[in-house]
């Protein structure tokens, strides 16, 4: 067992080195499971098998040991030499491969539990959130907020709040399910959105909009336009880049693509039922809903709402619009 639980630990080294390096995408979920499988396949020989082997081994050894005792006293020898509570203490000791799997499983267990059904913490990996998110900031996503999801697979199997617009939301990214995406929902099923020289409108009427003047971004270490939108019964800021082009370039081919007209002005979609249409609030500066398609119910992790930490910066730390 210690060599195949040495075999085990290699595997899960390769498979996290090779995430690492970037050799290939890694599947958290999917290595949690596992990995709470496997713990509690050791956890439950450990209570049902190796433990109680061990308890009778360590029994024997006393029983053998009193038995000696008796044998030595009828003797007339009332010293016996040897202690056997080391050697019952080393009987009882649980092995090295039991404690790195039997040992972890209630902590991997509670972790998969937590992650899959409440709360998954993510880490911003690019610009196209600012100035709401910034690169570095790590963040605590409600995975029942949109309805319970069996982990892995993610099917709904508890209906619970739809997403509304303006929410930020995590997603699987609809052209490849492995990675995870982070954007604000700007329409829901049924919704005509269009984004026309820089200017967000909803079912035709044009989002609310303040200037805030410039803003600058310390990562890419430019300024842009900044300005306030308030849709969805919230507020919240975007920023705009006034020397980029206003038409979507390099759109793909998506489901429902039927749905969008682009022009030189820029786009115009009408959201189909069971999708939702997504935009970073780093509009010049975010691969969304208007390069690759909608956003299907089924690919939904859930709300972000929190910011846990930043490293480079701690007041950071809160909750975000």
């Known amino acids: 067992m210690g060599l195949l ?3 085990l630990y290699a595997c899960l080294i390769v498979y996290l ?10 599947n958290f979920s999917l290595l949690l499971f596992v990995l709470t499988l496997v713990t509690l396949v050791y956890w439950l020989a450990e209570r049902l098998h190796f433990r109680p082997a061990r308890e009778r081994a360590a029994a024997s050894v006393e ?3 009193a038995v000696r005792r008796n044998d030595l006293a009828r003797q007339g020898i009332a010293e016996v030499d040897g202690n056997i509570d080391e050697a019952k203490q080393r009987l009882l000791m649980q092995p090295w491969w039991l404690d790195w799997t039997a040992g972890l499983f209630p902590v991997i267990c509670i972790v998969f539990l937590l992650r899959s059904f409440l709360f998954e913490p993510f880490k911003i990996p690019s610009g196209s959130m600012v100035p709401t998110l910034l690169v570095g900031d790590l963040i605590l ?7 319970v999801r069996l982990p892995v697979i993610n099917k709904k199997i508890v209906a619970n709040e739809d997403p509304k617009r303006g929410d930020v939301m995590v997603f699987r990214y609809p052209k490849d399910t492995r990675i995870d995406y982070i954007k604000r ?6 919704d005509q959105v269009a984004y026309l020289n820089k200017r967000l409108f909803i079912n035709g009427q044009p989002v609310p909009t303040e200037s805030l003047g410039e803003y600058y971004d310390e990562d890419s270490r430019r300024y842009s336009q900044h300005f306030s939108e308030t849709f969805g019964g919230n507020e919240h800021r975007v920023l705009t880049n006034k020397d980029a082009a206003p038409f979507i370039v390099g759109a793909d081919d998506f489901p429902y693509r039927d749905q969008c007209s682009y022009t030189a002005e820029g ?4 959201v189909p039922a069971g999708h939702y249409f997504v935009m970073g609030d780093n509009r010049d500066n975010s691969q969304d ?12 992790v859930g709300k972000a709402f929190w910011i846990w930490m930043n490293l480079g910066n701690l007041g950071r730390i809160g909750g975000f619009k």
Do not use: Q
């Open 17 to 26: 080195g090779g995430w690492y390096l970037g050799e290939w995408h890694g």
């Open 63 to 65: 029983t053998h040991h």
């Open 185 to 190: 929902v700007v329409g829901v099923p049924g």
């Open 267 to 270: 786009v115009t979609c009408k």
């Open 5 to 7: 639980t040495a075999a």
């Open 141 to 147: 996503v409600n995975k029942y907020h949109y309805g």
């Open 289 to 300: 809903s208007r390069y690759w398609g909608f956003v299907p119910d089924e690919n939904i």
